[in-house]
T-cell receptor, first 115, second 113 residues
Framework: DTEVTQTPKHLVMGMTNKKSLKCEQH?????MYWYKQKAKKPPELMFVYSYEKLSINESVPSRFSPECPNSSLLNLHLHALQPEDSALYLCASSPSFGRFMGELFFGEGSRLTVL | GEDVEQSLFLSVREGDSSVINCTYT??????LYWYKQEPGAGLQLLTYIFSNMDMKQDQRLTVLLNKKDKHLSLRIADTQTGDSAIYFCAESIGAGNNRKLIWGLGTSLAVNP
């Protein structure tokens, strides 16, 4: 199984809503990532979990809250988002952080629209 | 500084070879990567090259690295319509848990029948 599965594929939410994005991988990878991608732009790193511990937070606003319940799952909790947060949110995994951090397996993404 | 540059667009005819170019500024790059993103999809790692290599071939894909000029290219032989996508170049810099991935803006490849 070489897949990273993300749900939901599409999400529309108001600025006062609370929602979550979910990501799952069963490749035994020990590093998991959240990226944000705007149209026609490269992905921007948000968070890195390495061995289920938060290793990197790229100064992301606190309205985005990541969680790694176990080595296969990664969540991104969303609260009080702004319209400019509308984007494609990509989850990725790699065998580990460090040497393998460029060998990323990406999910198909969750397309978020904030009204 | 850390910068990766790519030309934004490339158009080729089906069956021709495509060459996508990338330049980077950080001479401490360890690995360089090519990712493909089809419309509405996530990114897919196509290939990568270690900085002490100058060429890597994988079926229709050939990666050339000129470390002196900090230039990376991806050649796709016999380009097909299914190769139409955005291609991102990325370089890995730093060491251990301080590694970073620096992305180019992407080259949009259009393959015309």
């Amino acid at each position: 199984d070489t897949e990273v599965t993300q749900t939901p594929k599409h999400l529309v939410m108001g600025m006062t809503n609370k929602k979550s994005l979910k990501c799952e991988q069963h490749m035994g990878h020990r590093a998991m990532y959240w990226y944000k991608q705007k149209a026609k732009k490269p992905p921007e790193l948000m968070f890195v979990y390495s061995y289920e511990k938060l290793s990197i937070n790229e100064s992301v606003p606190s309205r985005f809250s990541p969680e790694c319940p176990n080595s296969s799952l990664l969540n991104l909790h969303l609260h009080a988002l702004q319209p400019e947060d509308s984007a494609l949110y990509l989850c990725a995994s790699s065998p580990s952080f460090g040497r393998f951090m460029g060998e990323l397996f990406f999910g198909e993404g969750s397309r978020l629209t904030v009204l | 500084g850390e910068d990766v540059e790519q030309s934004l667009f490339l158009s080729v005819r089906e069956g021709d070879s495509s060459v996508i170019n990338c330049t980077y500024t950080d001479s401490s790059s360890t690995y360089l990567y090519w990712y493909k993103q089809e419309p509405g999809a996530g990114l897919q790692l196509l290939t990568y090259i270690f900085s002490n290599m100058d060429m890597k071939q994988d079926q229709r894909l050939t990666v050339l690295l000129n470390k002196k000029d900090k230039h990376l290219s991806l050649r796709i032989a016999d380009t097909q319509t299914g190769d139409s996508a955005i291609y991102f170049c990325a370089e890995s810099i730093g060491a251990g848990n301080n590694r970073k991935l620096i992305w180019g803006l992407g080259t949009s490849l259009a393959v015309n029948p």
